[in-house]
T-cell receptor
Framework: QQQVKQSPQSLIVQKGGISIINCAYENTAFDYFPWYQQFPGKGPALLIAIRPDVSEKKEGRFTISFNKSAKQFSLHIMDSQPGDSATYFC????????????FGKGTKLTVNP | KAGVTQTPRYLIKTRGQQVTLSCSPI?????VSWYQQTPGQGLQFLFEYFSETQRNKGNFPGRFSGRQFSNSRSEMNVSTLELGDSALYLC?????????????FGQGTRLTVV
């Protein structure tokens, strides 16, 4: 049973455009939602994270939007650059429970120059 | 501060063999988690150790085991390897108290079973 659903599987945007990746979760006990960026041959790197007491968090060109009632959250990459081309994973965790990360299946982002 | 170090980076093993992978967490971190990454299943949680105790375990067979040492270094072992165990095995290091949940991953060990 997939507890975090991520879409799209792949995404192609032009340089300077906005990349949007969406995730939906089922477990209402989840209270920590990080996004990871992974380049080929590397481990996932923490990009940005949000907790459900806020609806939006911005760090540079990266923004997480969070909708608690819809159980959805999304990553927006503004002014996308070729160097952003990577696979992005959303994840969720129940900090009071098992503290394991439950990952989405990933989105392969390609930013064309 | 050094990051999470996993050794070896690459391994090729034969079906039926066993393998041990090693993870050194970020200095000061006491929690180590292991994940399996495959193209089909994505990233799946294996187990988590804190202060030498397994706190959580994922839905993997008993062939997958792990341990943590007093210096927080961790090892995972897979016995009786199967072709389907071919994957990238990732170790994540987390801070020393509940609520500090930022997990930092190593580069992984790429295991190929032939």
């Amino acid at each position: 049973q997939q507890q975090v659903k991520q879409s799209p599987q792949s995404l192609i945007v032009q340089k300077g455009g906005i990349s949007i990746i969406n995730c939906a979760y089922e477990n209402t006990a989840f209270d920590y939602f990080p996004w990871y960026q992974q380049f080929p041959g590397k481990g996932p790197a923490l990009l940005i994270a949000i907790r459900p007491d806020v609806s939006e968090k911005k760090e540079g060109r990266f923004t997480i939007s969070f909708n608690k009632s819809a159980k959805q959250f999304s990553l927006h990459i503004m002014d996308s650059q070729p160097g952003d081309s990577a696979t992005y994973f959303c994840a969720a965790m129940d900090q009071g429970g098992s503290e394991k990360l439950v990952f989405g299946k990933g989105t392969k982002l390609t930013v064309n120059p | 501060k050094a990051g999470v170090t996993q050794t070896p980076r690459y391994l090729i093993k034969t079906r039926g063999q066993q393998v041990t992978l090693s993870c050194s967490p970020i200095s000061g971190h006491r929690s180590v988690s292991w994940y399996q990454q495959t193209p089909g299943q994505g990233l799946q949680f294996l187990f988590e150790y804190f202060s030498e105790t397994q706190r959580n375990k994922g839905n993997f067979p008993g062939r997958f085991s792990g341990r943590q040492f007093s210096n927080s270094r961790s090892e995972m072992n897979v016995s009786t390897l199967e072709l389907g165990d071919s994957a990238l095995y990732l170790c994540a290091s987390t801070g020393d108290h509940r609520g500090n949940t930022e997990a930092f991953f190593g580069q992984g060990t790429r295991l190929t079973v032939v």
